[in-house]
């Protein structure tokens, strides 16, 4: 089955950049989209098509793609930014809708 | 401002039928994607299937035997039914929409824990 690949954790302290990355064969051809996940709350998209950013979402988040690789950017992480964050795309099809395992940033 | 509800049991007994509902307001469940996506206790989030343009589904191919997702636009809700459940079928269960059917998953209910267990 089709996978998307995430590390477990990151970690960074406050005002360094974290970069969290999410790869898998079909990305070159399939937009990648990022949701954050707080503890007992519903997720929220936080970049959609590779790097477009919803409105409301801070500009410290941003998004890159390159080859199988696609990377959420947090410049600036501040202690609120800690939470699960998933990677999400459609398979090599498109048909179907896949999910990244999650990465757990830590603020230090 | 696009609001979702879920709404039914929290408790479910092994093989019998999970059902939920999704009510939906400041959009038509006849526009876009209409997702039901679910989370183990601890675990990561596993989509589930959609229903799209007043009656088209697509379905996770791992629980595309046991799911379906309908629609009832006269009340402006869709429904998920999961069949035969087991206790790894124990989770929170969020109804989401999309603007897409790739996914981009803009809205979401605040979601509802549904266990299974006799």
């Known amino acids: 089955s089709y996978e998307l690949t995430q590390p477990p954790s990151v970690s960074v302290s406050p005002g360094q950049t974290a970069r969290i990355t999410c790869s898998a064969d079909a990305l070159p051809n399939q937009y990648a989209y990022w949701y954050q996940q707080k503890p007992g709350q519903a997720p929220v998209l936080v970049i959609y098509k590779d790097s477009e950013r919803p409105s409301g979402i801070p500009e410290r988040f941003s998004g890159s793609s390159s080859g199988t690789t696609v990377t959420l950017i947090i410049s600036g992480v501040q202690a609120e930014d800690e939470a699960d964050y998933y990677c999400?795309?459609?398979?090599?099809?498109?048909?179907?809708?896949?999910f990244g395992g999650g990465t757990k940033l830590t603020v230090l | 401002q696009v609001q979702l509800q879920e709404s039914g049991p929290g408790l479910v007994k092994p093989s019998e039928t999970l059902s939920l509902i999704c009510n939906v307001s400041?959009?038509?469940?006849?526009?876009?994607?209409w997702s039901w996506i679910r989370q183990p206790p601890g675990k990561g989030l596993e989509w589930i299937g959609y229903i799209y343009y007043s009656g088209s589904t697509s379905y996770n191919p791992s629980l595309k035997s046991r799911v379906t997702i309908s629609e009832d636009t006269s009340k402006n809700q869709f429904s998920l039914n999961l069949s035969s459940v087991t206790a790894a079928d124990t989770a929170v269960y969020f109804c989401?929409?999309?603007?897409?059917?790739?996914?981009?998953?803009?809205?979401w209910g605040q979601g509802t824990l549904v266990t299974v267990s006799s």
């Open positions: 400041g959009d038509s469940v006849t526009n876009y994607y």
């Open positions: 999400q795309s459609p398979d090599s099809s498109g048909t179907y809708v896949v």
């Open positions: 989401v929409m999309g603007y897409c059917s790739g996914g981009c998953f803009q809205h």
